[in-house]
């Protein structure tokens, strides 16, 4: 649900969250909203675009300073649900509950956690 309240031009079907990022499309929009950014490149396709568009989203996170530890695009076109649930954890912290800053973002996740 939170990942749909931020794709409100593009909701994500109800196959379920792990299967609606697995193209990357969904995935990249997410990150163009929460990061109010525009990421180029990314379309519709087999799998090898579904992997580069998983890459241009990795790729703006690793910018914005986002650490993922052992994450791949394959992760997210194949489908990992531990991995994908792993990342929207990330972004909810980084992007809810931190407010999109890197400085003290996690002291003010704690206290808003608290």
């Given amino acids: 649900r939170w990942c749909n309240q931020h794709l409100t031009g593009n909701p994500l079907r109800d196959d379920g969250l792990v ?3 697995r193209d990357g499309t969904h995935f990249c929009a ?4 929460l990061g ?22 990795l790729k703006f996170l690793k ?14 076109v ?5 991995q994908v649930m792993g990342i929207i954890w990330t972004l909810i912290l980084k992007y809810q509950i931190g407010g999109g800053t890197s400085a003290g973002g996690s002291q003010n996740a ?5």
């Fill in 19 to 21: 299967e609606g990022l």
């Fill in 30 to 33: 997410l990150l163009e909203e």
């Fill in 36 to 57: 109010k950014t525009d990421l180029k490149g990314v379309k519709s396709g087999g799998r090898h675009q579904q992997m580069v568009n998983c890459e241009i989203g």
């Fill in 63 to 76: 910018q914005e300073d986002v650490r993922l530890e052992s994450i791949g695009a394959a992760n997210i």
């Fill in 78 to 82: 194949d489908g990992d649900r531990r």
């Fill in 110 to 114: 704690k206290n808003e956690l608290l």
